[in-house]
Each structure stands twice: as structure tokens, then as C-alpha cells.
T-cell receptor, first 115, second 108 residues
Framework: GAVVSQHPSRVICKSGTSVKIECRSL??????MFWYRQFPKQSLMLMAT?????????EQGVEKDKFLINHASLTLSTLTVTSAHPEDSSFYIC???????????FGPGTRLTVL | RKEVEQDPGPFNVPEGATVAFNCTYS??????FFWYRQDCRKEPKLLMS???SGNEDGRFTAQLNRASQYISLLIRDSKLSDSATYLC?????????FGKGTSLLVTP
């Protein structure tokens, strides 16, 4: 299957700082990338969908000014958590799908801890 | 009502047992259905798609009942390595909707 990477895999930061998470499709062109968040013992919740070169579509309840998404190329999307607070601590997972089918390939996730 | 509902478990079964997970979904217009496996602190990985006619992949059998909006996963001859959380996933358009998952622990 296709490979999606995320960086960093784990980040610990102080409250009020901003954190950028990168999601890369390594061996295919991802026309669409998805950002999910998963709290302990909860399901993955879709935060936003981004198509290369256009603005991300955010799910209800997700603040677009707090979670900045950039999908500047067909292989890279970034999620920036601005002014992070402890309640933003979570497991953030991206996925990517290409042009040939709608299957989503997941990155390994980024565990964010805000102190 | 949540879009995808699963029994969270945990299911504790001995090696070699057969175990079944169930899932219901609320959107009757849903088009595609999947079972994913998620290990602790890892990303979900696609286990198998679920087709209307039912499908089998080795020890795993998936069934879909569109009329009842019900999906099942059967694991036969369970192995220790099957211990994980199994996520029922429904695609209702552009996005995947995940259940909370059912936790399985296979013991020696």
C-alpha cells in the first residue's frame, strides 16, 4: 500500500506555543488529505479535509483559526495548532487519498502533549 | 445518535476461539464499509472492506446487512497477535466515519 509519513511523531510543548505537524505522501500524489484527532478511548474524529491548492474544509466545531491547515503540494499538508492549550493534547492523525481511488492511507500519527 | 456505533468491549477470549463484533450505522445512504485495526498508540490500518455479499479474508469474515444497517466481523481461530482495537468505518460521502472501536484481547 501507499506510504504516508508524519513528523514529528511526538511533541511536548508549553501552553501558548504553536506546533506544526507535517503529513507527507511518500510514493503517490495525494489530491486530498484529511486530518483527524483521537482522544483516549474515543473514535477518530475528522477535523478537516484539504485539497491541494485550495482552502481546507473544516468540520463543525473545529476552529479554523486555531488549526491552520496548508496543503501546498500534492505530497505535503501541514497542520499548525496555534496557541496550544492542554485540552489540545491528543493524537493527531493524517490520511491521504490519491486520484485513482478513494482509499485513505493513514500516517503514523503525532502525539501532542501540551503542558 | 452517533453515526457509527460499536460495542466497546473488551472482549477477552482464549487463543483459538471464534469472536464476533457488531456495528450499526445511522446513515442509510452510506456507500462503503470497512473494518480497520488499531494497535495501541498507533494509526488505524485497513483490515478489510465489507461487501454486500459478505467477504472472507483468511480467518476474517465480514458481513453487511444494508436493510438493518448492520456490519459484522468474525474472527476464527484467534491468535495472540489479533489483540487490538477493531474499528468499524463507514464512508457516507467524502469522509470516513469511525466507530469508537471494539477492544479484543486474546489470551494464551
Amino acid at each position: 500500500g501507499a506510504v504516508v509519513s508524519q513528523h514529528p511523531s511526538r511533541v511536548i510543548c508549553k501552553s501558548g506555543t504553536s506546533v506544526k505537524i507535517e503529513c507527507r505522501s511518500l510514493d503517490f500524489q495525494a489530491t486530498t488529505m484529511f486530518w483527524y484527532r483521537q482522544f483516549p478511548k474515543q473514535s477518530l474524529m475528522l477535523m478537516a479535509t484539504s485539497n491541494e491548492g485550495s482552502k481546507a474544509t473544516y468540520e463543525q466545531g473545529v476552529e479554523k483559526d486555531k488549526f491552520l491547515i496548508n496543503h501546498a503540494s500534492l505530497t505535503l499538508s501541514t497542520l499548525t495548532v496555534t496557541s496550544a492549550h492542554p485540552e489540545d493534547s491528543s493524537f493527531y492523525i493524517c490520511s491521504a487519498s490519491g486520484q485513482t481511488n478513494n482509499e485513505q492511507f493513514f500516517g503514523p500519527g503525532t502525539r501532542l502533549t501540551v503542558l | 445518535r452517533k453515526e457509527v456505533e460499536q460495542d466497546p468491549g473488551p472482549f477477552n477470549v482464549p487463543e483459538g476461539a471464534t469472536v464476533a463484533f457488531n456495528c450499526t450505522y445511522s446513515n442509510s445512504a452510506s456507500q462503503s464499509f470497512f473494518w480497520y485495526r488499531q494497535d495501541c498508540r498507533k494509526e488505524p490500518k485497513l483490515l478489510m472492506s465489507v461487501y454486500s455479499s459478505g467477504n472472507e479474508d483468511g480467518r476474517f469474515t465480514a458481513q453487511l446487512n444494508r436493510a438493518s444497517q448492520y456490519i459484522s466481523l468474525l474472527i476464527r481461530d484467534s491468535k495472540l497477535s489479533d489483540s487490538a482495537t477493531y474499528l468499524c468505518v463507514v464512508n457516507s460521502g467524502y469522509a470516513l466515519n469511525f466507530g469508537k472501536g471494539t477492544s479484543l484481547l486474546v489470551t494464551p
